[in-house]
């Protein structure tokens, strides 16, 4: 408890400085608002590094911390926005930020324990490499490349996917999701195995794995979850150091801004014309940052026009079914936002914006939707925290090409927190499509080259 109080203290202090550095708020209730949901998003960040924690609890309050309340503050008293934003809108906003983020934790703290400890005790399986296996889907691969070289051209600043298949479409996206998270799970499948590592196979995964996952070729998203992934899994020994995983996540607004800098440099078409190479506080009014205020906006969209009653979610959840067999079929929510609440504001014509978890929630069912929805959320994610703190799953000395089932599942689970923060920013239609090809290349991964002892 002593603990608890002094990190509440600190947190305290640290946004006391930081929202005086920004600028006070005229309003007392706009700035406690804020404030409260700064501290309480601080304390578990704080708390969850302290304990050495890399898990989604983290990452959920992360995100809270940054994008739902200091980046907006910011905004606020800077008016800075894509359309105006009242003070009663602001107010409205920030209060249903603080239930998402309480029943958030009261999804999270319902207890589990006993039936993860007893699957744990019961359900660690030994698979072994088939190097046979391992060796033909490298091949295979590596022949795939060289055909889509020829075909559209060597580049490590942008996907031959997008144009090999028509541009930036669904197809496109799925096919490089998936061809470079396969290659993906089989360098760390690789790298776990204990394997020599001047082998010609490795060489030649090794040249397939930074030609397809390097980060400035990758989404932001998708360069997170790969280098999460490498991190945990070559530096085990790292993982021990207190707040590491704190410093990931803040540094990585940093990474994600010089991912643009860097891509823009050797991007021809661009020409390094983006903007500046120097980090500014500008960045934070770009469109990586609009979370709080689609937020805002479908409050009020919410409000005039009323909720959609799920609709968004048909979308969703029955992704797979293309467009064309699927006349209607809903856009993303952030594409929705823009076409409905945006096309008022004509100074903003850019559909392409972020839709947050906390905004699909309200836009579908209301306050409703953001309590039940959050509170599924919290207790599934907190199931998984607890299931992959229960073995030291990064420190086991296991023997060569022997992997168990904890360890396999370990990966994906690793793979999912390096998502989770883009699933938290949405749109919930993209987020989840990507999940699904990742999760899919995993297992088509895991098939092809374990086999159970």
């Not at 930081?18 to 304390?43: K, Q």
């Not at 990586?288 to 479908?298: A, G, L, R, V």
């Not at 856009?331 to 850019?350: A, P």
Request: proline share 2%; net charge positive.
């Amino acid at each position: 408890m002593g603990v608890k109080i002094l990190i509440l203290f600190l947190c305290f202090i640290i946004n006391y400085n930081l929202f005086n550095l920004i600028g006070m708020s005229s309003d007392s209730m706009i700035y406690w608002t804020f404030f409260f949901n700064a501290t309480f998003s601080l304390f578990f960040f704080i708390y969850d590094g302290l304990n050495k924690k890399l898990n989604a609890r983290l990452i959920f309050f992360f995100y809270s911390y940054l994008f739902l309340t200091i980046v907006p503050y910011l905004q606020f008293v800077e008016s800075v926005w894509m359309s105006s934003q009242s003070v009663t809108q602001i107010l409205n906003t920030n209060i249903i930020i603080i239930i998402y983020n309480i029943t958030f934790m009261i999804g999270y703290s319902i207890p589990k324990y006993q039936s993860i400890k007893s699957d744990n005790n019961n359900s660690n399986i030994n698979f072994y490499i088939k190097k046979s296996s391992f060796t033909l889907s490298i091949y295979f691969l590596l022949i795939l490349h060289i055909i889509f070289t020829l075909l559209g051209g060597f580049s490590l600043t942008r996907s031959i996917f997008f144009d090999l298949f028509g541009g930036y479409n669904p197809i496109s996206l799925v096919i490089d999701i998936v061809f470079k998270s396969l290659i993906l799970y089989l360098f760390i499948f690789y790298l776990l195995s204990k394997e020599s590592k001047s082998t010609l196979s490795f060489i030649l995964l090794s040249y397939l794995f930074i030609y397809y996952n390097n980060p400035i070729a990758s989404s932001r998203f998708y360069a997170f979850m790969a280098y999460l992934l490498i991190l945990i899994f070559i530096f085990k020994r790292i993982s021990k150091i207190n707040f590491l995983f704190n410093l990931v996540f803040i540094f990585g607004i940093l990474g994600s801004f010089y991912q643009n800098a860097f891509r823009a440099a050797f991007t021809p078409t661009n020409g390094g014309s983006e903007g500046t190479s120097s980090f500014e506080i500008g960045y934070f009014f770009q469109g990586h940052f609009d979370s709080y205020e689609n937020i805002s906006n479908t409050v009020t969209y919410v409000q005039d026009f009323g909720i959609v009653w799920g609709k968004q979610l048909l979308g969703v959840f029955l992704f797979w079914i293309p467009r064309s067999f699927w006349m209607n079929k809903p856009e993303g929510s952030g594409t929705f936002l823009g076409k409905n609440f945006y096309s008022f504001d004509t100074t903003n014509q850019n559909l392409n914006i972020s839709a947050p978890l906390l905004m699909e929630e309200y836009l579908n069912f209301g306050i409703i939707g953001v309590l039940l929805g959050t509170f599924i959320l919290g207790y599934l994610v907190s199931f998984l925290d607890i299931k992959y703190s229960y073995s030291n799953y990064l420190m086991n000395d296991l023997p060569k090409n022997r992997f168990t089932s904890k360890l396999i599942g370990f990966i994906f689970y690793v793979s999912f927190l390096g998502l989770f923060l883009f699933i938290l920013r949405g749109d919930l239609l993209s987020s989840l499509s990507y999940t699904f090809g990742i999760f899919i290349s995993y297992r088509i991964t895991r098939k092809l080259v374990l086999y159970k002892y």
